[in-house]
């Protein structure tokens, strides 16, 4: 029921009761049905009277309803027409949002993984041995492909045998010509006290080692890296060690796609300039991102 019902029976319901306490009329059974009479303490009317007030209620709602007025056709069409308008709009701006939020998403990551591609070619590149150039077919190095040998490995802690005598490392082979160097709980050790064994990437040591030392490696992994970027619309750019599968490290990295052409390896000797055009389309705001490093090989 809604308030306005519940007003109006509250209203006829108050107006007998006050006529059944002017003529000193009691109730009955319907006495525990109405509050207003329970909590006034006022005596309730008769059964007659509650009858007449619901048949008075509904000849008076039906009067109402009978009076009222109903929409025409045109007029219901126009009003569906509005709002059919009005929703139309609402979901071409919701739609709107959408694609640019998907799309700012894309750039941000697209953005993300550029950057943790440079640092990581950068990284690889600077701790490498040499910049492959003599191997063109299988590791070519030009304006889009980079291939460097010998990737550098920093305090790797190696893994003891049960007899504490030879300690593994994670990659093989070792670089021969790059020298490792050994620590023993934080301190350099003499390369007298161990041999090294750069095809399988391990430690002999002359003597066993307390369980509790802990040894570690600085050395070169012999690993021929190749770094690519492919031709297509994706702008993929890919990672591949010692032929390999392809990892795609980057995408919408768009040098090829620019006219004319940017290089992302720019070679001058051991100097390597890396640039990195980045945009998920070049149609759309905001403009291209670029990034730019320059590295010196040790070789």
Do not use: H
């Amino acid at each position: 029921m809604s308030n306005l019902d519940f007003a109006i029976n509250f209203a006829i319901s108050l107006l007998f009761c006050f006529y059944a306490v002017s003529a000193k009329t009691f109730l009955c059974s319907t006495y525990d049905k109405y509050a207003c009479a329970k909590k006034f303490r006022l005596p309730c009317l008769k059964a007659k009277f509650l009858r007449f007030s619901s048949k008075f209620i509904a000849k008076s709602r039906f009067k109402l309803l009978k009076e009222e007025k109903a929409l025409t056709l045109v007029e219901l069409m126009f009003v569906l027409s509005i709002l059919l308008i009005i929703t139309s709009s609402l979901y071409s701006l919701l739609s709107s949002g959408e694609d640019i939020w998907s799309y700012g998403d894309k750039q941000i990551e697209s953005q993300q993984n550029a950057r943790s591609a440079m640092l990581r070619i950068v990284k690889e590149a600077r701790n490498s041995y040499r910049l492959i150039t003599d191997d063109p077919t299988n590791y070519p190095t030009d304006s889009y492909n980079l291939s460097i040998e010998g990737v550098q490995v920093i305090g790797e802690t190696l893994v003891p045998n049960g007899n504490y005598t030879i300690y593994d490392s994670v990659n093989n082979p070792w670089l021969s010509s790059a020298s490792p160097v050994v620590y023993k709980n934080d301190s350099i050790l003499s390369s007298t006290q161990y041999q090294v064994d750069n095809a399988n990437g391990a430690i002999t040591f002359t003597s066993s080692q307390l369980s509790t030392d802990v040894l570690k490696a600085d050395y070169t992994y012999n690993a021929k890296v190749t770094y690519t970027l492919q031709t297509g619309t994706e702008g993929l750019l890919t990672r591949r060690a010692n032929l390999g599968s392809l990892e795609n490290i980057a995408e919408y990295i768009i040098n090829k796609n620019k006219s004319p052409q940017v290089p992302v390896f720019t070679i001058i000797n051991n100097l390597i300039g890396i640039k990195l055009v980045v945009d998920v389309d070049v149609n759309k705001k905001p403009v291209e991102y670029v990034l730019d490093s320059n590295i010196r090989l040790r070789k």
